[in-house]
């Protein structure tokens, strides 16, 4: 492969933002002096500027409005703020074990004694195997997985868990289209059977999302799918879920 | 909540008016792009609060620097969304920006009908309807790769690692996805060809 083939192959990833940080000078230089690949960068830009439009419409607190034009009066155009803000978050609330359920919500013992059948079935079998392969050993990717039962019989589910990276990306199919203001939540479950919520989504016409789960799964036993009112989801699941399974 | 002042008015006027310390310039800036701005963050981050910061500094940017924008180098929407995004990986990979590829200002989807709101919403509906559609279209592979670079900032030979796949196959992947969402954007009038 010429150079130009070898540099060639890389520009869309360099629109993209995906080239690594000691290749990215080479690239631009390439692509300022090669017409090709200079037009190429070009059109696929443009393109890539559409990506944030992918994104499901989330509603932001009010208060972000204020926050920002209050940080913007504190500082004059052209003159940079020097600290970054600081997140005002509410206190967190305490949430009872899931295995213990709440008042009024007799699905949280159910879901222990499913959750209890799925780790059963699921040690030994379906574990979790060690993908990237060629992935340096202090950061290990473990992939586990989700299966969908009753109303999401079709639904599966791989979570990719970047030990390394403190994240996990869950690849979501089969999932069937929500109702009008609902979304998927998932729940990480702990020892004890405490559900955390992990985010929300929206699949898509296919029933398919990657969902990236910016937080730690060290110390969940079990990863749990719910429908929950939308956007934000609840603290706590109501209902019990048709679709988990055992994290490694 | 909405800005008298500077309500309807067109990008360079907006621009003109942040360079010039206008508030309701940046208050107009919000109401439209806002709540897109956060979704994109939440959509990084998965976390509401860190969402917010990013938000915010990225307006802030916009706001400290409105004076260097250059609308030949893209819109003020896409200058926005691209500062989002990439403050909310750099909370995401915990890095400073300097010690990853920073996603450049590029020309922008050809942004018509905008002086007016409805049209404006309506507008941008329809962009997010054909991006949604576009990226729906992609073999899961491809869409699977894309994601990753620009919703996870992961890099190619990250993406690789992970997924088990030679460099050479997500370079390819990458580009066939690039290539592929752009052809049908444009056959949607969204890319200028």
Known sequence: MSDHEELESSVAAWVLGAVEADEVDILRT???ACPTCRETALRLGRTVSALPLEVEEITPPARLRERILTAAAATSPGRVASARPRTIREPRRMRKPWVQGAPGRGVFPALAVAATVVLAILVGFVAGDVI????????????????????????TATVIDLKGEGVALVDFNGLPQLDSGRVYEIWLITAAGRPDPAGVFVPDSNGSKFVLVSRSLAGYRQMAVTSEEGPAGTPAPTQQPQLYGNLS | MESDAAEGLAEPDIVAQLAA??????????????RLAYSVAVRVLGDPGRAEDAVQEAFL???????????????????????VRNRSIDYLRGRSGHERQELELRP????VGLRSDPWREVSLSLERSAVRDAMGSLPVEQRQAVELAYFAGYSHREIAEMTNVPLG??????????????????????VDV
Not at chain 1, 134 to 152: E, I, M, N
Request: no cysteine; charged share 20%.
């Open chain 1, 30 to 32: 390439h692509i300022d």
């Open chain 1, 132 to 155: 990237g392969r060629g992935a340096p050993a202090s950061a290990p990717v473990v992939r586990s997985t989700l299966a969908g039962h009753d109303s999401l019989a079709g639904a």
């Open chain 2, 21 to 34: 310390g206008s508030q309701e310039a940046l208050a107009e800036l919000y109401d439209r792009y806002g």
């Open chain 2, 61 to 83: 940017n916009i706001w400290n620097h409105a004076a260097s924008f250059d609308g030949r180098r893209g819109s003020l929407r896409t200058w926005l969304l691209t500062s």
């Open chain 2, 108 to 111: 922008a989807l050809a942004e």
């Open chain 2, 169 to 190: 196959t997500v370079k390819g992947r990458i580009r066939l996805a690039l290539e592929k969402l752009s052809s049908y954007l444009q056959g949607r009038g969204l």
